[in-house]
């Protein structure tokens, strides 16, 4: 019923930037929490970053001052800037969204396929 699509994975060296894209789509009602997620070899997924409806933001201590997620609430999706870039970066990202589908209102955790980004040192 909702789709996450993600975009922007790719190979880049250390200290260089990779801006992530998701779009969601679907039958939406509104969408609450937006959030990127990461998954290295070997380690949980963990929390990148979030944003509320409201615009406030959370960050994994290990990305702050080098990541901004941004969303667009009329095109519906959610972006990663992801500036700085370490080999320590390097994981799987997956985007994840608190959706309210219509007709029902009920609220959904719905996940992306994930897109690979590596950091080259």
């Known amino acids: 019923q909702v789709q996450l699509v993600e975009s922007g994975g790719g190979l880049v060296q250390a200290g260089g930037s990779l801006r992530l894209s998701c779009a969601a789509s679907g039958s939406i009602f509104s969408i609450n929490v937006m959030a990127w997620y990461r998954q290295a070899p070997g380690k949980q997924r963990e929390l990148v970053a979030a944003i509320r409806s409201g615009g406030s933001t959370n960050y994994a201590d290990s990305v702050k001052g080098r990541f901004t997620i941004y969303r667009d609430n009329a095109k519906k999706t959610v972006d990663l800037q992801m500036n700085s870039l370490k080999p320590e970066d390097t994981a799987v990202y997956y985007c994840?969204?608190?959706?309210?589908?219509?007709?029902?209102?009920?609220?959904?955790?719905?996940w992306g396929q994930g897109t690979l980004v590596t950091v080259s040192s």
């Open positions: 994840n969204c608190n959706v309210q589908v219509v007709t029902t209102y009920r609220w959904l955790e719905v």
